[in-house]
Structures are given as structure tokens and as C-alpha cells.
């Protein structure tokens, strides 16, 4: 795990005694209006959850909804130091859902247990830019290994804070950030999650077009500090055939307000995958272990974003990332446009886990069986406009896992994204 304590400063200063600098991107604005744009992304989500031969539960969550996501992004004033404002305005309407089909995640729950009829969020950030250095502070997205706001459901979380992002050096991005609220996917007052204060830096640097490495590291108060690492790699046998390895691991140091065990646990989770591509086909193995953790719980998240999970064998139900858990998976992908049909797509993924230690179970096993199809349409009136279709089925040996043994997904998902200004 000394890999893990690296210095991102140091892989900066290496990288910089072979990369010049990049031009200035402040130096190219052409200012605040001339350089904005305003995005809406209007996504349609029917979401189903079958817990079969589940008798606790006398209905299955079920609902549809629509979302529109909206942001707009001004450009930077002009000078050596430029200023700008982003903006986010989120919007879910329910479409279908009754008082016994709620709990999807799609939407907030009223205290009859009925799906909200709609909800809303706004909130804004203001920015600056020195050289290709940019300060945002505000409400904003998240994509960094130790803090991602999610975005699997209808709206997205929103993250409130400040974040750097610098790419000064060529092939060199550095990110720093202190973030102090974070809100879920179905909910819209403030900081539903409850995060007290989280930061988060490192960075990454790719050596060449296959090769690149990331180093981050997050301290959530009274929770947990987090240390991520990734190498991906991709070798290219010929024209049409190609190599990739990916490698992720998190090493966990939990502390004992948040554990309840009045100790500090830790846990270590990583997965290598290796994907062999050929024409039109990809094949992927990957094979995934945690170790340790506490009372069951292994590698945890959340409260750092519900997106904080770049494992291989995250996928659409589980995460595989009970204590002491292994899992492995085998994955085909499809690209119809090497069969004259572009925008066209196929995935099936099975994984299996076993050796899980819960809070009520040891040596648990659980599997996942997905398949998706999707289809982008590429020119016309409609070009851009996308469908998906994801099915789940996910079976585990003793029923610990969300609550029931046997559950059987399905999402449509058809978003289209308006380019306004």
C-alpha cells in the first residue's frame, strides 16, 4: 500500500521535466457571454423492482417519472484572471407510482408513503480562472474516485463546495477540493445526506495514449480517510485488436465515531480487469477482493457521493464489497455499427461473489446477471436521442443483501439532450 502514499506534488514535478506547459486557456477567452452555454438533458426513467418470494413485502416499487436537467456554464471575463457563474436547475415530475409502488429512488417519499408528485433544486457556483487553473465554488457535479456525485437515477446529487482543477502541465490533471453538503438523487432540501465536511486532491497523468495513473485522497469528517489508486493500460496488437488492464483499489481507514464499535476499522478492496477487443467484440474478465471492514460492512460510501465506487465489479445492483468478499466477472459487449447499424449496442455481465461476512451471515454468496441494449440515434431531427433498456436479475444464498434473496430489475431509460445556447 506505499503506492497509496505517493505524492501527487512529486508525480507533478516528474511530470513536468518531461511535458511542456500547455497554452493558457484563459489567455484564448473570449469572454463571459461570448464563451456561455445553457444545456438541458430531458431524461424519461421507468424503473421496476421485482422482489420475488419476498413475504414481507406486499407490493414492488415501480414508477415513472421525467427529468430535466439544465445547466449553464458563462465563459471567463477576459484579463489574467477571469470570472464566471455556472448555474444548475434539476426538475423530476412523476408520471406513474402509487402509495405501494414508491421507494425507487426516483423520487422523495411524503409521510403517506407516496411518491411526491414532483420536485425541484437550483443553485449556482461562481468560478475563476488563472493560466488552465480553474476555483469553482458553489453548488456543482462531482467526478473525482473519492468524492462523485451519482447520477443512476432520474436527477443527479449535488455536491456544495469548492474544487481546483489544474492542468497546467500537458497530460497532468490535479484536482483539490472542501466540500461541506451533498444532496441525494431523490431529495431537494440541503445537504439530505448529512456530510459534515470532506476533502478530497490528487490527480492524474497519462504517459502516452495507453498508459496512464490516478493517485487520490479524501478525509470525511467524522467517517473515514480514503486513498484510491488506478493503472489503465492498453496495448494494441494490430489494427483492429487491442489489450486493456484496469486497476483500482481503495484502502479505507475508518474511524471509530463512525464505525459504533468504539474502534478504528479499515478495509481494503481492489479489482483488476482485463478486456480484449476484436473488431466489433470486447470480452472482459475481472476479478475483485475486499478485506476487512466492520460488523459486515466492508468498502463503504455514500456520504462522500453515491458515485464513489470505481470498482470493476460495481454494476447495476450490487458492488460485491461486503467484508472479506470476492467476486469475479465475465462480460461481452457488442458494437452494431461494424454491422452497418451505428449507435446500436449490446452488454451481458454475470458476476458471482462468495466469502461475504455480514451482520448476520458468514461465507455469503451472491450473484448478478445483467443485459442492456441501447441505441443512439445518429443524424435527423432526433440525432443524439438515446434509449436504453437494463435488466437485472441478482439471487443471494441467504436473503442479507437489500433485504431480499431474489431480485429481478428493469430500467428504461430515454434521455435527449438540448443544446440551447
Request: a negative charge.
Amino acid at each position: 500500500m506505499q503506492v497509496m502514499k505517493w505524492s501527487v506534488i512529486a508525480l507533478a514535478v516528474a511530470a513536468g521535466t518531461s511535458q511542456m506547459a500547455v497554452a493558457s486557456s484563459q489567455s484564448e477567452s473570449k469572454g463571459f457571454v461570448e464563451d456561455s452555454s445553457f444545456n438541458v438533458l430531458s431524461r424519461n426513467l421507468y424503473f421496476s423492482r421485482d422482489f420475488r418470494n419476498d413475504p414481507t413485502r406486499q407490493d414492488d416499487p415501480q414508477e415513472w417519472g421525467q427529468g430535466f436537467i439544465g445547466t449553464f456554464e458563462s465563459g471567463f471575463t477576459q484579463g489574467t484572471v477571469g470570472f464566471g457563474v455556472d448555474a444548475i436547475g434539476l426538475l423530476g415530475l412523476k408520471l406513474d407510482g402509487g402509495k405501494g409502488t414508491s421507494g425507487t429512488g426516483l423520487f422523495p417519499t411524503n409521510s403517506d408513503g407516496r411518491s411526491a408528485d414532483d420536485y425541484s433544486e437550483a443553485g449556482g457556483a461562481v468560478k475563476l480562472r488563472v493560466s488552465n487553473t480553474v476555483l469553482k465554488y458553489g453548488d456543482q457535479f462531482t467526478a473525482l474516485p473519492v468524492f462523485s456525485t451519482d447520477d443512476s437515477r432520474l436527477l443527479p446529487e449535488v455536491a456544495e463546495g469548492f474544487l481546483v482543477t489544474s492542468n497546467e502541465i500537458e497530460g497532468l490533471t490535479l484536482h483539490a477540493g472542501h466540500f461541506t453538503a451533498i444532496n441525494a438523487q431523490d431529495q431537494s432540501y440541503h445537504d439530505s445526506l448529512g456530510l459534515k465536511s470532506a476533502d478530497a486532491f490528487g490527480g492524474s497523468y497519462s504517459f502516452s495514449d495507453d498508459l496512464s495513473v490516478s493517485l487520490y485522497a479524501s478525509d470525511v469528517e467524522d467517517a473515514f480517510k480514503k486513498y484510491y489508486g488506478n493503472v489503465n493500460y492498453t496495448y494494441g496488437i494490430s489494427d483492429n485488436q487491442s489489450l486493456n488492464f484496469d486497476f483500482n483499489i481503495y484502502k479505507t481507514d475508518y474511524d471509530k465515531e463512525y464505525t459504533g464499535t468504539g474502534q478504528d476499522e479499515d478495509n481494503t478492496i481492489w479489482s483488476l480487469a482485463a478486456a480484449y477487443n476484436i473488431g466489433a467484440h470486447t470480452i472482459t474478465a475481472a476479478y475483485q477482493k475486499s478485506i476487512g471492514g466492520f460488523d459486515g460492512i466492508g468498502y463503504d460510501y455514500g456520504v462522500d457521493g453515491g458515485g464513489t465506487v470505481w470498482l470493476a465489479n460495481s454494476i447495476q445492483r450490487s458492488d460485491f464489497n461486503a467484508e472479506d468478499e470476492k467476486s469475479w466477472q465475465l462480460r461481452y459487449d457488442l458494437d452494431f455499427a461494424e454491422f452497418g447499424v451505428p449507435g446500436l449496442s449490446f452488454m451481458t455481465r454475470y458476476v458471482s461473489g462468495s466469502g461475504a461476512e455480514t451482520a448476520t451471515t458468514s461465507n455469503g454468496k451472491e450473484w448478478e446477471r445483467d443485459i442492456q441494449v441501447g441505441y443512439v440515434v445518429q443524424e435527423g431531427a432526433a440525432k443524439d436521442l438515446s434509449l436504453k433498456v437494463r435488466q437485472a436479475t441478482y439471487r443471494s444464498s441467504d436473503g442479507v443483501y437489500y433485504g431480499s434473496p431474489s431480485i429481478d430489475e428493469v430500467r428504461v431509460i430515454v434521455e435527449y439532450p438540448l443544446s440551447i445556447l
